[in-house]
């Protein structure tokens, strides 16, 4: 079910008109640089545009709760050096065209200090050349939610600090576990935009090791919602008989496409990569399950790029759980027009206490009046910095990713834990 070349043309034509269109209305995107930095002296503010509404409104929200939660635990203590530090916040619904205007809005109106905490490929990829072009002003983005290889790559790599591991990465990983037990026919269900071939190339790159291909391939529309069916890409994957599909997709599409399998009798193991928004998916195959009283749960395997927030051991999942509790923060109420129950806990906004926490060390290693040409020196001086989960953060000058660790979840008793033992789905 992949998009004909034609379709795909265009697709890359009606997103050159809408940036042309986006340049239009933002005439001062061709014509000015940034604003002087020229913010309160005694708060630093951060620039944030994610998904807030639509089918993807989970990831938005809970990355923000975490990182929100030690946010407000430090200015609780007088902020960093005495200035407090803020969010400002906005909502794309995981699409591109508004994630253009947003950022726009933060750098030239907002005057914010960075950018932080965007979600997606889709959005970030699209913003990659505004930072190149606001680069004379030391714009930077901090700490995106996704896995993608623009961002990592030149012309963009410099203008980005990413904390997680990339999508090569943990599809390398699904590929090397699944061939180990004897899965080597793999196939693809992908959502058809940057994320998914992202992801996609991921899954080839890690086959080509092994002399494989992928099997077979099918793919949705970005925005899909859990009540769509997805027994033609089901169908289209099972015919061709493979020993694992890799999901490369949010949690509402991913949930519909595992349900859907399920309900074909099809319980080929299927695996996420860390973007799904574990628990997101997971409730709603739970609540589906409770309806019709099938177990969707079987043979799902889940890679994230933080550990378990189940694990105790670490001082940083401690730490976590306890402010979570403490603040259960929340979004502000205008961006999310939609319904939406927060998680007690979730993958998704351990990262983003992750990404804030690591944030205010690097905001306490700059001059007492943080100035964004300090940014970029100070980041790639950090070396084997521990955030509290036995994984070391380094960054240098050619090295803007600060984690390469794969964990490997699965389900059990309604929940994700940590897979050690993937012999349990040998062939």
Known sequence: MSIPIQKYLRF?????????????????LTANPAPE???????IVLGMSAAFNGSSKGLGIELYRGSLAY???????????????????????????????????????DDVFLLFDYVGTPTVSRILPLLKRYSDSDMYLFFPFTGAQPQREEPYDQFVFNLRSSYRQETAGLVDNFVKIGRKKIAVFYQIDA?????????????????????????????????????????????ANPDAVISIGAYAAGAAF?????????????????????????????ETGKRTGKDYT?????????????????PAVQEYRQLMDKYQPLP????MEEKYQPLPYSFVSFEGFLNAKLLVEILKRMDDTPQRSEIKPVVEQIQN????????????????????????????NGKFVPLTDWSKLSK
């Open 195 to 239: 994320y998914g071939r992202s992801g996609w190339d991921g899954v080839k790159r890690a086959l080509a090791q092994y002399d494989a291909k992928i099997v077979e391939e099918a793919t949705y529309r970005r925005g899909t919602p859990y009540d769509k069916s997805f027994k033609k890409q089901v169908d289209i994957l099972k015919q």
């Open 258 to 286: 595992i349900r859907d399998a399920r309900e074909a009798g099809w319980d080929v193991p299927i695996a996420n990569v860390s973007f799904v928004g574990s628990e997101n998916l997971l409730n709603l195959l739970l």
């Open 71 to 109: 946010l407000d635990e430090i200015n609780q203590a007088g902020g960093v050096k005495g200035k407090k530090i803020e969010i400002q916040t906005y909502d794309d619904s995981y699409n591109p065209i508004p994630t253009i205007h947003n950022t726009i809005k933060l750098i030239e109106q």
């Open 12 to 28: 890359v034509l009606l997103f050159i008109f809408a940036i042309a269109a986006t340049i239009l209305l933002h005439p001062s």
């Open 332 to 335: 502000p109420q205008e961006l």
């Open 298 to 314: 079987t043979n799902l395997i889940n890679s994230q790029v933080v550990p378990s927030y189940e694990d105790t051991s670490l």
């Open 385 to 412: 910095l521990d955030l509290g989960i036995n994984a070391p953060v380094s960054f240098n000058s050619q090295k803007h990713q600060g984690l390469n660790q794969v964990y490997y979840t699965t389900v059990n």
């Open 37 to 43: 930095q020229n913010q309160d002296a005694n708060k």
